[in-house]
């Protein structure tokens, strides 16, 4: 079964990246508003509501990431296939809603804010930003499986991608009224949907084993590559588990692959940058822009 142990360095550092970076962004948002109103009092329920969403996906993780690990056979095959297409399916939204609202997301958040009646409220509109990107998180790294990886390496990747994250936040938090962040988002977009796109081969090639199609063109490997490093090691690790990537991939694995890829990818590329041509929006200190 995918694992927590099995991620490999390279894909679980990517999703807390990114992650990461969306809820420090958030987090950040919310604390400099309430300070520039003089609700400087109100920051500790942001703080209260962020770390109860962290605490809770820890917990959740931890306990989903065993609860699936007890299955084998014909149940495993679905359970990995079926958290595989969700994976991919949720990634594939994220990266194109995160491009499409970008731009607007401080206005919304400040609105939220200015709503906010209560420091229970507020606790609430932190707790819900983070416990959303946890939750997907959590599913993500589940997902992003590899077969010989370090048990220490989806650790290492995660808390890097984490400290990353973290240190990004505190400089956009730092850096004034508009900080421009769309080559972050673009360029690990564009990695998420390769990410993505290894997952929905991952589907059907699960699915296959489930229904127990075993005979046939589609089931053919495509290539074998039985030396080297594409066949095994550091290398190969990092590509299973960011890309996808097998030395014995069957037909239908490589066609699913591709036709995710090509139509997602064409149209994330096609569509501009994120958010729109101009800098995406996230923090407005200045008193002028109340």
């Given at each position: 079964m995918p694992n927590l142990r099995e991620v490999s360095v390279g894909a679980s550092f990517l999703i807390t990246l990114r992650e990461g970076l969306e809820v420090a962004l958030v987090l950040a948002i919310l604390v400099a508003y309430l300070v520039k109103t003089g609700r400087r009092s109100d920051v500790a329920a942001v703080w209260k509501g962020a770390v109860t969403a962290t605490l809770m996906c820890l917990v959740g993780g931890i306990a989903f990431n065993a609860f699936v690990g007890e299955f084998e056979g014909k149940a495993e095959q679905f359970i990995e296939g079926t958290i595989a297409i969700l994976a991919a399916s949720v990634l594939t939204w994220m990266v194109f809603w995160m491009r499409k609202n970008a731009r607007g997301l401080g206005a919304e958040l400040r609105a939220q804010i200015d709503q906010a009646n209560s420091t229970r409220a507020l606790a609430t509109i932190a707790f819900v930003a983070v416990l959303r990107e946890g939750l997907e998180t959590v599913l993500f790294?589940?997902?992003?499986?590899?077969?010989?990886?370090?048990?220490?390496?989806?650790?290492?990747?995660?808390?890097?991608?984490?400290?990353?994250?973290?240190?990004?936040?505190?400089?956009?938090?730092?850096?004034?009224?508009?900080?421009?962040?769309?080559?972050?988002?673009?360029?690990?977009?564009?990695?998420?949907?390769?990410?993505?796109?290894?997952?929905?081969?991952?589907?059907?090639?699960?699915?296959?084993?489930?229904?127990?199609?075993?005979?046939?063109?589609?089931?053919?490997?495509?290539?074998?590559?039985?030396?080297?490093?594409?066949?095994?090691?550091?290398?190969?690790?990092?590509?299973?588990?960011?890309?996808?990537?097998?030395?014995?991939?069957?037909?239908?694995?490589?066609?699913?692959?591709?036709?995710?890829?090509i139509p997602v990818g064409w149209a994330f590329l096609a569509g501009g940058p994120t958010g729109s041509t101009t800098r995406t929006s996230t923090i407005e200190k200045s008193p002028s822009r109340v």
């Amino acid at each position: 079964m995918p694992n927590l142990r099995e991620v490999s360095v390279g894909a679980s550092f990517l999703i807390t990246l990114r992650e990461g970076l969306e809820v420090a962004l958030v987090l950040a948002i919310l604390v400099a508003y309430l300070v520039k109103t003089g609700r400087r009092s109100d920051v500790a329920a942001v703080w209260k509501g962020a770390v109860t969403a962290t605490l809770m996906c820890l917990v959740g993780g931890i306990a989903f990431n065993a609860f699936v690990g007890e299955f084998e056979g014909k149940a495993e095959q679905f359970i990995e296939g079926t958290i595989a297409i969700l994976a991919a399916s949720v990634l594939t939204w994220m990266v194109f809603w995160m491009r499409k609202n970008a731009r607007g997301l401080g206005a919304e958040l400040r609105a939220q804010i200015d709503q906010a009646n209560s420091t229970r409220a507020l606790a609430t509109i932190a707790f819900v930003a983070v416990l959303r990107e946890g939750l997907e998180t959590v599913l993500f790294l589940i997902s992003a499986e590899t077969a010989s990886s370090s048990g220490s390496s989806v650790v290492v990747g995660g808390l890097l991608g984490l400290v990353v994250a973290a240190v990004l936040g505190r400089v956009v938090y730092a850096g004034g009224n508009r900080v421009n962040l769309r080559a972050f988002f673009n360029i690990t977009g564009v990695l998420l949907i390769l990410f993505a796109a290894g997952l929905f081969g991952k589907f059907f090639h699960e699915y296959r084993e489930l229904f127990g199609f075993e005979s046939g063109w589609l089931v053919d490997p495509t290539w074998t590559i039985t030396s080297g490093a594409w066949s095994g090691g550091t290398f190969y690790d990092f590509m299973k588990g960011f890309f996808g990537w097998h030395n014995e991939a069957e037909h239908i694995r490589v066609i699913a692959y591709f036709a995710y890829l090509i139509p997602v990818g064409w149209a994330f590329l096609a569509g501009g940058p994120t958010g729109s041509t101009t800098r995406t929006s996230t923090i407005e200190k200045s008193p002028s822009r109340v």
